[in-house]
């Protein structure tokens, strides 16, 4: 597995939100060891959105639990999804029931990752919806420049 310590998402900044902190801390591990530079770990939903409150700038990314105390999963998301409508959000569970998945991406989620999980199936989510996103976006801003120049003729 290459270091993505040269490529731009190295500079991605992720929030982990994990309730069970020798879960939570494997997860900050496998990110460091991918090549993740900016990594904040917190153990509940309720954690999470005071993070995200306090943070400078919006994360690059979201890993979650989906059952935790306080403020879970789904409530996150929600929550998220009204001030961060395009933030990559990646469900972490050992839930793997078709029901549940369906529920998380009713919410928003757009990755879902079974407990237990190799540092390649981080890493490869990770790059598959950040770059996603970030390919709609392109394609959208090009749609839309590509009208205005259209209607300017």
Same mark, same amino acid.
């Given at each position: 597995?290459?270091?993505i310590?040269?490529?731009?998402?190295?500079?991605?900044?992720?929030?982990?939100?994990?309730?069970?902190?020798?879960?939570?801390?494997?997860?900050?591990?496998?990110?460091?060891?991918?090549?993740?530079?900016?990594?904040?770990?917190?153990?509940?939903?309720r954690?999470?959105?005071?993070?995200?409150?306090?943070?400078?700038?919006?994360?690059?990314?979201?890993?979650?639990?989906?059952?935790?105390?306080?403020?879970?999963?789904?409530?996150?998301?929600?929550?998220?999804?009204?001030?961060?409508?395009?933030?990559?959000?990646?469900?972490? $569970?050992?839930?793997? /029931?078709?029901? !549940?998945?369906?529920?998380?991406?009713? &919410?928003?989620? =757009?990755?879902? @990752?079974? +407990?237990?999980?190799?540092v390649?199936?981080?890493?490869?989510?990770?790059? $598959?919806?950040?770059? /996603?996103?970030? !390919?709609?976006?392109?394609?959208a801003? &090009?749609?839309? =420049?590509?009208? @205005?120049? +259209?209607?300017?003729?």
């Amino acid at each position: 597995m290459d270091n993505i310590q040269s490529s731009p998402l190295a500079k991605l900044r992720i929030l982990v939100v994990e309730d069970i902190d020798t879960t939570r801390f494997t997860i900050v591990a496998m990110l460091k060891q991918i090549g993740f530079k900016y990594v904040t770990d917190v153990a509940d939903g309720r954690e999470a959105l005071e993070a995200m409150d306090a943070a400078p700038t919006p994360f690059d990314v979201i890993i979650s639990d989906w059952n935790m105390p306080h403020v879970d999963g789904a409530e996150l998301i929600r929550d998220i999804r009204t001030v961060y409508p395009k933030i990559p959000f990646i469900m972490v $569970t050992g839930r793997r /029931d078709a029901g !549940s998945v369906q529920d998380a991406q009713r &919410l928003g989620v =757009n990755a879902y @990752l079974g +407990k237990p999980f190799t540092v390649e199936d981080l890493r490869h989510k990770i790059e $598959t919806v950040y770059n /996603d996103i970030h !390919s709609k976006a392109s394609r959208a801003h &090009l749609e839309t =420049n590509s009208g @205005l120049h +259209k209607s300017d003729k």
